[in-house]
């Protein structure tokens, strides 16, 4: 870890105080990021781990193992049920936030995942990498997914279909 800081800080951005010491990683902090509605924070370190913590503590609810190397960049989803994390092990993570399990492992990077993010409605991913791609993930809810209530479809021809779609844009 060398140098790095292994405290992940909390500051205030008016008075440029630091308001919160963050210290159980055993690693140098490589990526961070606050819950939508601010009560919580994720960080990925280079000990592999990510941990999520609770602001108004500071303490550590939980810690995620599984990737091989530093966790490079991690992402909250807006209902802060899932996390996902980018690691240099060349995989992307999904994370269950309530339970600590990994409910899916991403591949298809050929070096390191430098960025991730999920879609504000949690359905995708996107990766960036030094293998000079983006990758966007459609994510895998294996039914768990937020999804639209079920509603009564029809059947029809793609002509049809076609005829009522371009009705329903004039009528706009």
Same mark, same amino acid.
């Given at each position: 870890?060398?140098?790095?800081? &292994?405290?992940?800080?909390?500051?205030?951005?008016?008075? #440029?105080?630091?308001?919160?010491?963050?210290?159980?990683?055993?690693?140098?902090?490589? *990526?961070?990021?606050?819950?939508?509605?601010?009560?919580? %924070?994720?960080?990925? *370190?280079?000990?592999?781990?990510?941990?999520?913590?609770?602001?108004?503590?500071?303490?550590?609810?939980?810690?995620?193992?599984?990737?091989?190397?530093?966790?490079?960049?991690?992402?909250?989803?807006?209902? #802060?049920?899932? %996390?996902?994390?980018?690691?240099?092990?060349?995989?992307?993570?999904?994370?269950?936030?309530?339970? #600590?399990?990994?409910?899916?492992?991403?591949?298809?990077?050929?070096?390191?995942? &430098?960025?991730?993010?999920?879609?504000?409605?949690?359905?995708?991913?996107?990766?960036?990498?030094?293998?000079?791609?983006?990758?966007?993930?459609?994510?895998?809810?294996?039914?768990? %997914?937020? %999804?639209?209530?079920?509603?009564?479809?029809?059947?029809?021809?793609?002509?049809?279909?076609?005829?009522?779609?371009?009705?329903?844009?004039?009528?706009?």
């Amino acid at each position: 870890s060398g140098s790095w800081d &292994k405290t992940p800080k909390l500051w205030d951005v008016e008075s #440029g105080r630091c308001l919160r010491t963050f210290s159980e990683h055993e690693g140098g902090v490589s *990526s961070v990021c606050l819950s939508a509605d601010g009560c919580y %924070a994720l960080s990925g *370190s280079f000990d592999h781990t990510l941990k999520l913590w609770e602001i108004e503590s500071g303490c550590c609810l939980r810690t995620f193992e599984g990737h091989t190397g530093t966790a490079t960049s991690v992402c909250l989803s807006s209902d #802060g049920r899932y %996390a996902l994390s980018g690691s240099d092990d060349r995989t992307l993570k999904l994370w269950e936030v309530a339970t #600590g399990r990994c409910l899916h492992t991403f591949v298809g990077h050929n070096v390191m995942v &430098k960025s991730v993010s999920l879609s504000a409605d949690g359905r995708c991913a996107l990766s960036g990498s030094y293998d000079r791609t983006l990758k966007l993930w459609e994510l895998d809810w294996n039914g768990e %997914a937020p %999804a639209a209530s079920f509603m009564l479809s029809q059947v029809q021809q793609a002509q049809e279909a076609l005829t009522r779609q371009q009705a329903f844009n004039r009528s706009l």
